[in-house]
């Protein structure tokens, strides 16, 4: 019996109230770098007594997984670190965007009534912790990226968030390369590795201004429709309009999704665009506006 099946049968045995709680360790160390007792008694509402059994356990399963830092009184993920659950790529991706549940990341299984006809290309597990640790951490990535126009190459990004436009996720960075933020396509990512170091006061977050600028959408029915009322239900317009508040950086992403005609005189009903952008001017607001249907 390899070890690996050992640790599968031994998981398989414990109460599944604990096998959440283990879950919960082995998914924070992944994702995030680092998990307390604290932690485990906040999630989980356990005693101390508890979280401290639930932690030998884990380091009786996986004793290479997670070391003690007494300065910080958590424990961190060590570089020999291999997951003794399988943290679904879809589940986790929507677990993180939600918070995370209880514990256990297992695949999805569709029914035979209920069908997704296009589903997301979702990036590896490595490659989603590897840039969780580091937005959870504030810190650096050294990181191979292959683009469309040159290949791959080596880049030193700051990441802060992750992003679902609707086709694949994005991870919204800071690119010392060309000293602005930029949106990273998840799946193109060959490594992540963490860098050490502080980060630069301009490359946080707060200093991004398109994820920080809110822009209101105000969508309606495309004008040239005659039946305009099936679209108002469609997305549950009042008085045939919907106000959507979206980040500057999000925001093209989400007109070009719903195919929103934002062409001056509206000019593209025959291109499939079911809705129009009523306040154009919305559009002067987006760095990113050559992504929208116009």
């Not at 924070?28 to 401290?52: E, M, N, P, W, Y």
């Not at 639930?54 to 300065?71: G, I, R, W």
């Not at 677990?95 to 069908?115: A, D, H, M």
């Not at 994820?211 to 495309?222: A, K, R, S, T």
Request: hydrophobic share 40%; aromatic share 8%.
């Amino acid at each position: 019996m390899t070890e690996s099946t050992a640790t599968k049968q031994t998981l398989a045995e414990l109460p599944h109230a604990q096998r959440d709680r283990l879950a919960f360790i082995d998914f924070s160390l992944q994702f995030f770098g680092h998990v307390a007792r604290t932690d485990l008694i906040q999630r989980f509402k356990t005693g101390l007594a508890a979280s401290t059994r639930d932690f030998s356990t884990y380091k009786e399963l996986a004793p290479d997984n997670l070391v003690l830092q007494h300065q910080t009184k958590s424990y961190h993920r060590t570089e020999t670190f291999q997951a003794i659950f399988n943290h679904d790529p879809e589940v986790i991706l929507s677990s993180l965007s939600r918070g995370f549940g209880n514990g256990i990341s297992t695949g999805v299984q569709p029914t035979e009534q209920c069908f997704d006809a296009v589903r997301l290309i979702h990036p590896s597990t490595q490659i989603i912790s590897g840039l969780m640790r580091a937005i959870h951490n504030k810190k650096a990535i050294k990181c191979g990226y292959v683009s469309v126009s040159s290949g791959e190459t080596i880049r030193a990004i700051v990441p802060h968030s992750l992003i679902n436009n609707g086709h694949r996720w994005h991870v919204r960075a800071y690119d010392r390369k060309n000293n602005k933020f930029r949106d990273f396509v998840c799946t193109r990512f060959t490594f992540v590795d963490l860098m050490e170091g502080s980060l630069h006061v301009h490359e946080a977050s707060p200093y991004d201004e398109q994820w920080n600028q809110l822009v209101e959408l105000i969508l309606i029915p495309h004008p040239n429709l005659k039946q305009s009322r099936a679209i108002e239900m469609d997305y549950g317009m009042s008085d045939g309009v919907l106000k959507v508040q979206q980040r500057a950086a999000v925001a093209a992403y989400v007109l070009r999704q719903w195919q929103v005609d934002c062409s001056q005189g509206y000019a593209l009903y025959g291109s499939g665009c079911q809705l129009a952008l009523q306040n154009l001017d919305a559009l002067k607001l987006l760095e990113n506006v050559s992504l929208v249907p116009s």
